[in-house]
């Protein structure tokens, strides 16, 4: 291969990388990869989102202002309640945060993108076509209507017999689709996409809070995704999961719900506490106080979030020595979290702080936020649990920790990374009495919400006895909320008002010292002109200085190589440079990847599922299409990457991103086995109904046939690698692959066949889901092998870039091993349901 390199002058230089990451005009818009652009994207429509959020909550308030409102009846109004929540929860907040992330990782890292930038535009399309559904369900009058949680049975089709819940479970997971791609995104780029020298010990705190909230979604969402499908297939094909009736148990898909959604509060939380840590040490002047600390508590919070899930369950008959244990982690939890107030407080103290806007928000949120979790410890408590649970109480803390958590810090983060987005600083006419507006508005509406919990409102409920006495509390507290409303608008305004208006400005307005200000504002589509070498830790840096460098190409990659769009890699824990990555060029198949998953979505929720199995086919097909060109026919290897320094294409190493893309795919694609697993074990133990009539009977010859069908695919991925290794052909190995997962694909498929009807008994149908889910496993498995062979007869495939064969490696034994515990578990349970009967 020819390497061409120039070395041009600085205003050449960035015309150069200018020509190479700007994103087309027009219609070629769609087409952008660039994380800048996605990153507005994501945050503009999320905004979107939260207005149509905050468009519901006054129709809520509306509704419950006095006793004798007749706004809406129940049935509206239980779609609009569970659309306020669901627009809120999964429409905003997540990705807002990750918004806010592609836009400003990149930058934090001193890198010019992220880690795999088509994934990035996939996720957005995603985001935008699955909550484009759920709105137009609501349009359409079918949304859903069982509230944002979507409890069995109220959401079983007995009760909700129309689409209504399918929209929430399929556009749900059509949108978690997203929140996944951006989990590996974040965790693969802050773990190897950083400047050199940038050690994990030198990054900049965000980037901490990023990486441990990517690694929480990771193991977060795939018990929801799970739940999703499970109750999917009961309201379509009758498998009784959750049915008492029939062996399964509605506290199930409780138990699958909140392992999602107690993390999930944190999730909401970090990436805002992770802005708050940024802010503060600019605007006290001084370097934030306890670095590791802060890291240490944000890792404990992290980890105890997932033990808190039944926090959300005390009333369901929980026993007691369990009830103890969770009150204890619930109460527990507020520990690492003081310990990052404490540190921002001795920030303060330590420091001369500067009063700004950003500071007047930071404000609000340490006084919400706070009381937020005072309350949150009053509820961790289990005799007043009892005595709140389901009331307004509970609503009201729940606003305290999420609006007091994350609006208010990203209210200032938006005053305090706007400039950088815009270029343009703001003269803040409008922000003191928009902020005292929201602030105020929300004191209102909310704090009184504790007072009518108290004297025993329930939620969800359109309406209420005049006898109670609430009517006056909540009258007042819908006052509140249209204060907060015109808050918003003038938060808004102002906004706009910036943009148009602010004062133009090139760099660094706050005098910060962490590396995305060292930078022209706007930024440019290819952040740096050259990439820093990083000596110190990353928020103490002279961004001035280190940007005019920067500019002048004296850092890595200070020029353009081949047509590349190139960042550098580094050893995840000393930053040493190890890789020079070669990211995609613009192009509209993210796009397309997303329209045919959209077009599978749509089959599924209008129930054409032959005509699903097509657009799975085609959605399948463009996401291979992605790999067409990547990496190279010949051997390239080390190459100049500036500073007297080479390193090879990541296609020529043993650890690229991609490889650790899989890596934490597998992860996320074990939990949801594992919770699969949790499932079976839940309703065996707890469930009414078993033992069932009869076991599930797969003999012995199909299991061991199947067994040494899986472990021949796991040889065949690890000879097609040792073969290439010694520099012989592969194809050999990767037929025995192909084969052996086509056999094994066949053998799952016969033993679930086997079952006589998977919806007689939670047991048949966990065994049929076992079998089909370790297939489908299989059937990827075919697709990396067959994937590998079409590799190697286009040439792209040598001892040195083994890179294809190493990623389907890791699927091929994971499959392998997955799938044996598939089999083995649906086994032990026949044969101990057998021994029961």
Known sequence: MSIEQASPNPIRLHKELAALWDTPAGWGRLSAVNHTVLGKRFIVAAFVFFAIGGLLAMLIRVQIATSQTAFVGPEIYGQIFTMHGTVMMFLFAIPMFEGFAIYLLPKLLGARDLAFPRLTAYGFWCYIFGGSILICAMLAGVAPDSGWFMYTPLSSSTYTPGINADVWLLGITFVEISALAAAVEIVVTVLKVRAPGMSIDRMPIMAWYLLITALMMLFGFPPLILGSILLELERAFGLPFFDPTRGGDSLLWQHLFWLFGHPEVYIIFLPAAGAVSMMIPTFARHELVGYRAIIVAVIAVAFLSFGLWVHHMFTVGIPHLALAFFSAASGLVAVPTAVQIFAWIATLAQGRPRYDVPMLYLGGFFFVFVLGGLTGVMLAMVPFNWQAHDTHFVVAHLHYVLVGGFVFPMMAAAYYWLPHFTGRVSDHRLSVPAFWLIFGGFNLTFFLMHLTGLLGMPRRVAFYPVEAGWDWLNLISSVGSFLMTIGFALFVVDLVVQVRFGKAFRRNPWNARTPEWAMPTPPTSYAFGSLPHIEDRADRLDADKLGAELAGGSGYLGFTRNGWLETLTVD?????????????????????????????????????????????????????????????????????????????????????????????????????????????????????????????????????LCLVALGSAALGGRGALAALTAGNSPSVWLMLACASHLAAIVLLASMAAGIDDPTAHAHYATAFVTLIYAAVRSGLGLIFAGHGLWRERGGYLSQARSLDLRIGKLWHDYSAVTGAIAVLAVFATAWLVGSAR
């Open 572 to 704: 995840m824990t000393s930053g040493r440079p190890d890789q020079l990555l070669v990211l995609p060029n613009q192009t509209f198949k993210p796009l397309w990847s997303g329209l045919a998953t959209g077009a599978f979505v749509l089959c599924l929720l209008f129930k054409f599922y032959w005509l699903s199995l097509a657009a799975l086919a085609l959605a399948v097909a463009s996401l291979l299409a992605w790999t067409q060109g990547m990496g190279a026919r010949e051997d390239v290897g080390a190459l100049p990457i500036g500073r007297g320094e080479v390193a090879a294409p990541h296609w020529e190493t043993e650890r690229p991103p991609s490889w650790w893309a899989m890596v934490f795919c597998i992860a996320a694609e074990g939990t949801l086995f594992a919770s699969l697993l949790f499932g079976a074990l839940f309703l065996w133990l707890v469930a009414p109904g078993w033992p069932p009539p009869d076991a599930v009977s797969p003999g012995t010859i199909l299991p061991v």
